[in-house]
């Protein structure tokens, strides 16, 4: 007799794509790490150092994807349990990616998209649910390919834009590219006596100290990773994967700072953190004037991810400066959900309805925003 999954396919799967299938290889975290260091797509959200730090009770596979016997990609599928364990479902965020971005890379995300699916939505029977990174150009192509396959549009961010800054340019031409008035305000930062570092991990400290006078300042709930992330990710061994850590000063004291993680194609700002003295200073035009000038010297980043706004407007106006003519304003692409079977599929969106209306509810119920919004992830 046949399956309850297997008598209620789900309608608008594939039968047999006709696309051609990478091989998944499930490797050990040591591995995972050390090979995916030096991929273009790489990202914090698919380090299991951060994912286990920020989801500890979900299942973390990580995978390396080959087509041909060449590794193209990789993806750190998070495989989260429904309750009661009526079914789970197989997450990624910014995930899959690719080694390398040159050539055909949809050609190759779509060769990656098919093992996953036929891997975890169909010999596993899960709904498969992925989010691709934002797009650098005016239409994301991997998010288009996803709905082209199947995949059915999911949840959104509320404030979706990335704020994206392009770092292959020379100093002067960095500079003409921020709005009038950044380049303004940095001007007057830069007479200001302040002084610029890059510090090891071991003055973690004193960034925790600032960041935690800011939280204090504003009186906000702190309802970001940092405290579950931050440690673990500035502990790791590997340099190339390890968030850089660069602080300002003024009078001998850290009155700004940041943490950014800086491997592969696209470096991202994490956290930062000011004093209120740091304000009138313009520190933070300083501090960001001098981090896409080590970026550029320093990383093979093309790219410098700026986080979003949260819909704050005076976020906005810096970060859009900073953008300026060179860079990118893009959006957060949806959540892209596939199942191969109707019940993966139905249960699948209830657990999604349903955590999406929880956290509608909770943000109705708060008061004032989060201390997340120094946040990028």
């Not at 009526?86 to 949809?106: H, M, N, R, T, Y």
């Not at 491997?263 to 035009?285: F, K």
Request: charge should be neutral.
């Amino acid at each position: 007799m046949s399956s309850l999954t297997e008598t209620l396919e789900y309608p608008f799967a594939d039968q047999a794509s006709s696309a051609a299938v990478g091989t998944l290889q499930r490797v050990s975290d040591a591995q995972w790490e050390a090979t995916v260091a030096h991929f273009d797509g790489v990202s914090q959200e698919q380090l299991i150092t951060f994912a286990r730090a920020r989801w500890p009770n979900v299942g973390l596979e990580p995978v390396l994807i080959s087509s041909g016997g060449t590794v193209i990609g990789a993806c750190l599928v998070m495989i989260q349990r429904l309750p009661l364990g009526v079914a789970q479902i197989a997450i990624a965020k910014w995930g899959p990616f690719l080694a390398s971005e040159q050539g055909d890379a949809i050609g190759r995300y779509g060769v990656m998209v098919e093992a996953l699916v036929k891997e975890y939505a169909r010999k596993q029977r899960m709904m498969l649910s992925l989010l691709p990174l934002p797009a650098l150009s005016e239409t994301n192509a991997e998010f288009d390919h996803l709905l082209s396959r199947g995949f059915h549009r999911g949840a959104q961010m509320a404030w979706n834009d990335r704020y994206i800054v392009r770092l292959d340019l020379s100093a002067e031409e960095q500079r003409k590219s921020f709005g009038q008035t950044w380049r303004r305000q940095l001007g007057k930062a830069e007479k200001a006596g302040l002084s610029f570092e890059r510090a090891g991990p071991e003055r973690l400290g004193e960034f925790d100290a600032l960041y935690n006078r800011m939280v204090d300042r504003k009186g906000f709930e702190d309802r970001s990773a940092y405290r579950q992330t931050i440690p673990a990710l500035m502990a790791m061994s590997d340099e190339t994967l390890r968030p850089e850590l660069f602080l300002v000063s003024e009078g001998g004291e850290v009155i700004a700072g940041a943490i950014i993680f800086k491997a592969g194609d696209r470096a991202v700002y994490l956290y930062g953190a000011t004093l209120d003295r740091a304000l009138p200073l313009r520190a933070g035009y300083f501090l960001h004037w001098h981090i896409i000038g080590w970026l550029r010297e320093n990383s093979r980043a093309r790219w410098y991810d700026l986080g979003g706004t949260d819909g704050f407007q005076g976020l906005h106006q810096f970060k859009n400066g900073m953008v300026g003519e060179a860079g990118r304003i893009v959006p957060v692409p949806p959540v892209a959900n596939y199942a191969a079977y109707r019940l993966p599929f139905m249960l699948g969106e209830a657990a999604f309805g349903a955590r999406e209306m929880l956290q509608k509810l909770k943000a109705r119920l708060r008061s004032r925003p989060p201390a997340g919004e120094e946040s990028a992830s």
